[in-house]
């Protein structure tokens, strides 16, 4: 349930950012998460923390601008003022796009209509650290609200870019 504010997200930025393919903006949403379900079983970090949560935007941010450069056309290439400013901007809303995923989940977190009491908030390090988390999932009406909450608004703002870019 909590990946459906997430989701909201990824479909609030394409309106404001018509190049980037929705599939993309959905994944980097969920990033942190899809993340989190492959490194399960490493033992030393964790994905869903703070500090990680730079660092996967950071390296978002990098494999995007090396993907693009490599997978532009010849004539794209030679706008190189333009394309560099492209790219920039790409790299960093898709960046944006998978913080977003923690700032969403430090006003859910903790997670106490899932978790129970072992349910504890967003680590600002690692494991150990300092926990944040305005709680948000503490309750079911606060978690539905939220999620439900993200989601809708989020599909209203595409469905209103998607009835605006038909027209034009």
Known sequence: MPALAHLGIGFAVKRFCPKIPLWILLISSELIDLLSYILFFAPMWTHHGLFMSVVWSIITILITTVTIKYFNSKKEQEEEKYLTRKILFISLILGLVV????????????????????????????????????????????ALTMDFGFLILGILIYIQYIKKTKKG
């Open 99 to 142: 913080f977003s995923h923690t700032i969403l989940d430090m006003i859910g977190w903790p997670m106490k209509v899932i978790l129970g009491d072992k349910a504890m908030g967003i680590p600002l390090l690692f494991d150990d650290s300092q926990t944040i988390g305005l709680g948000v999932y503490t309750t079911w009406p606060g």
